[in-house]
């Protein structure tokens, strides 16, 4: 599995190299207030990916600490039965105690 993985992180490596090497003309972006930066399109793809990427994790971060605390929680309930359930094993496996024992000095 793990050549596999390597054998198609390469070939998309060797894939994306060849789109970077074909898209190397200028591209101009204007922003605000007349400002402009011209810079390869290989390079404004990728710029736009990793922000694209970053913004998708930050969007993520919240769902992903509210299913780790409930995991956490279910984790305690299910240790907390499963301590019940081996007292109770334990109950159960233990002779039964006599209601009471009459001590010998009254039955002279």
């Known amino acids: 599995m793990k050549i596999i993985s390597r054998l198609i992180a ?3 490596f060797i894939l994306f190299f060849f789109f970077a090497l074909k898209n190397t003309q200028e591209v101009t972006l204007h ?3 007349g ?3 011209t810079d390869p399109l290989v390079l404004v793809l990728l710029v736009c990916f990793v922000g694209g990427a970053i913004l998708g994790v930050l969007a993520m971060t919240p769902i992903v600490f509210r299913h780790r605390r ?3 929680r279910h984790k305690k309930t ?3 039965l499963q301590k019940e359930r081996e007292a109770q094993q ?3 496996i233990q002779p039964p105690q006599p209601d009471s024992v009459v001590p010998p000095q009254h039955l002279i």
Do not use: C, D, P
């Open 90 to 92: 334990l109950a159960q």
């Open 70 to 72: 409930e995991a956490s």
């Open 35 to 37: 400002y402009e930066r």
């Open 31 to 33: 922003f605000f207030l």
């Open 10 to 12: 390469a070939i998309l």
């Open 78 to 80: 299910v240790s907390t």
